[in-house]
């Protein structure tokens, strides 16, 4: 499939250097501060885990007396392996320090070199399991068979980590490639990651290592068992999105929800906090070989579809070029969007088909991620049934590479397995039947598909010019995405952030990227 858009490659170039232009500042501000959610991630890359009696992790009371006693602009890892004593693992220094009887400093001359040397050393061995678990993945894959494109991705959510294995399992069975588990409702908002197994959520499942943990476990039985490598999600977002995506590195999660900006619109999470938390998190996950899954389907629940369908595409390219300055490569980089023109508009067919077209030929190389329809289901079963249909259509006939599957259930009741069943047969009733369509499909250069395409990429490279000019920063202020409006200086989570000074260090950044100015 090239071009069948006819997209000007001068177009297409112009618009990722507008891209590149606007996201420059954005990341420089990324490398100029850290958060208390990174700082965490560096303990837990380290090893530390567990919680005191209150359900308080220990690294988050670890990172919070380092802030107290000599604050967090020179990092964590300086006066914590300063203050480790001999033999003294991070848990009890935690501990200790949690019942006042550790005095942090911060070290100089030979003996902030020891520290460096310590803490480099022990964070070395978190990113060894990180490469280690990444290279079974690449075992597996190579042993089992091979999933075709697009893969079937179905949500397992029921709140208790042991009803979901089951139902996973099952899901599974019945076809689908990859299950996501989505999150608690609000645990975005938690600034940190409970521990342990759980048992009790709403509308979703609590993300933590031990759940991460028992589901990779279980679908491994179940790949095994298939012949077929299932892939596992959950999500890198929130006020602890360092921490999230170091724990998928660590117990080998295959996909993980991670955008730059939704945290920001749709949590009302400080803007600094989040670009500074991305950057980190996707820099684990271009090491641990996780595709990334980015947000941009929301803004077409908010925003109108058809007039907001340039900010899809401008968030895409925003968010391809942060990902590959974080180290991302073009596979895993799975970019989102949606099935959401409201099915009475004359033509939305057409159009929808245009919109997705267009994410294909942006990004050949790209996972895309392909979201069902949502904004317009009514509860009649039967058209949600229906415009289900025409969505994974539309996914083959464009290349998508990922269909979340459609429920006609959606916006009624949390999906029964049966309903999840039908839809699983929706899709690869589609995606059997259409398997060869794509081949086929040639919209005329005149024709609505490419006309429209053409124009939704004219009007993301103006917009991409204005943002260029004024900021991003100042465009999301101004409500440019999803009409959310949401100030640098505002939001959840900005008594995190942190401005590093000179004597700033941390060794997961050091290895992950190399030594990088504050």
Same mark, same amino acid.
Request: proline residues 5%; glycine residues 10%.
């Given at each position: 499939m090239t071009n069948l858009?006819?997209?000007?490659?001068?177009?297409?170039?112009?618009?990722?250097?507008?891209?590149? %232009?606007?996201?420059?500042?954005?990341?420089?501000?990324?490398?100029?501060?850290?958060?208390?959610?990174?700082?965490?991630?560096?303990?837990?890359?380290?090893?530390?885990?567990?919680?005191d009696v209150d359900g308080t992790p220990w690294v988050n009371r670890l990172v919070d007396e380092v802030a107290a006693q000599v604050g967090l602009e020179s990092g964590v890892a300086l006066p914590v392996w300063n203050a480790l004593e001999q033999s003294e693992d991070l848990? *009890?220094?935690?501990?200790?320090?949690?019942?006042?009887?550790?005095?942090?400093?911060?070290? *100089?001359?030979?003996?902030?070199?020891?520290?460096?040397?310590?803490?480099?050393?022990?964070?070395?061995?978190?990113?060894?399991?990180?490469?280690?678990?990444?290279?079974?993945?690449?075992?597996?894959?190579?042993?089992?068979?091979? @999933?075709?494109?697009?893969?079937?991705y179905l949500i397992v959510a029921t709140g208790n980590i042991n009803e979901d294995i089951p139902q996973a399992q099952a899901a599974a069975r019945e076809g689908a490639d990859v299950i996501a588990v989505i999150r608690s409702t609000g645990q975005s908002l938690l600034d940190y990651v409970p521990e342990g197994a759980t048992t009790e959520g709403y509308a979703g499942t609590y993300a933590t290592q031990e759940n991460f943990k028992l589901m990779r476990a279980a679908l491994d039985e179940t790949s095994a068992e298939l012949g077929r490598y299932?892939?596992? *999600?959950?999500?890198?977002?929130?006020?602890?999105?360092?921490?999230?995506?170091?724990?998928?590195?660590?117990?080998?999660l295959d996909m993980m929800l991670n955008d730059s900006m939704y945290g920001i619109l749709f949590r009302d999470i400080n803007p600094i906090r989040t670009f500074v938390d991305q950057r980190f998190s996707r820099q684990i996950h271009a090491r641990a070989g996780i595709i990334i899954n980015t947000g941009e389907d929301n803004y077409l629940t908010t925003a109108d579809p058809i007039e907001a369908a340039h900010t899809v595409t401008v968030s895409q390219l925003l968010n391809e070029f942060f990902a590959?300055?974080?180290?991302?490569?073009?596979?895993?980089?799975?970019?989102?969007?949606?099935? %959401?023109?409201? @099915?009475?508009?004359p033509n939305s067919f057409q159009l929808e088909l245009a919109h997705a077209l267009l994410a294909r030929e942006l990004f050949p190389d790209a996972p895309l991620k392909w979201m069902p329809p949502t904004k317009h289901m009514t509860g009649d079963i039967f058209r949600g049934y229906l415009l289900d249909g025409f969505f994974n259509l539309a996914g083959m006939l464009t290349g998508q590479d990922i269909l979340l599957v459609g429920m006609m259930t959606e916006a009624v009741v949390t999906p029964w397995l049966s309903d999840r069943d039908l839809a699983l047969q929706n899709v690869q009733y589609v995606r059997n039947a259409a398997a060869g369509l794509r081949d086929d499909f040639h919209p005329s250069r005149t024709g609505l598909i490419a006309v429209?395409?053409?124009?939704?990429?004219?009007?993301?490279?103006?917009?991409?010019?204005?943002?260029?000019? *004024?900021?991003?920063?100042?465009?999301?202020?101004?409500?440019?995405?999803?009409?959310?409006?949401?100030?640098?200086?505002?939001?959840?989570?900005?008594?995190?952030?942190?401005?590093?000074?000179?004597?700033?260090f941390n060794p997961a950044s050091l290895l992950l990227e190399g030594p990088v100015s504050a």
């Open positions: 858009l006819h997209l000007p490659a001068d177009d297409v170039t112009r618009a990722r250097a507008l891209a590149a %232009e606007a996201g420059a500042p954005v990341v420089a501000i990324a490398r100029a501060h850290s958060t208390s959610s990174v700082e965490r991630a560096v303990l837990r890359l380290a090893g530390i885990c567990g919680a848990v *009890t220094l935690a501990q200790r320090a949690a019942a006042g009887r550790v005095d942090f400093a911060l070290p *100089t001359g030979p003996a902030r070199e020891v520290a460096m040397a310590n803490a480099t050393r022990a964070v070395s061995l978190g990113l060894e399991r990180i490469d280690s678990q990444r290279r079974h993945r690449e075992l597996l894959v190579a042993s089992l068979a091979t @999933p075709k494109r697009p893969w079937i299932i892939r596992l *999600t959950n999500y890198a977002s929130g006020l602890c999105m360092p921490e999230m995506a170091t724990l998928a590195g660590l117990e080998r590959h300055e974080a180290g991302l490569a073009d596979w895993q980089i799975g970019l989102g969007h949606a099935f %959401e023109i409201n @099915p009475d508009t429209r395409g053409r124009h939704v990429l004219a009007e993301a490279i103006g917009l991409l010019d204005r943002i260029a000019d *004024t900021g991003l920063l100042n465009a999301i202020a101004d409500g440019t995405f999803g009409l959310m409006h949401r100030p640098a200086n505002k939001g959840k989570g900005l008594a995190g952030v942190i401005t590093k000074d000179p004597y700033y």
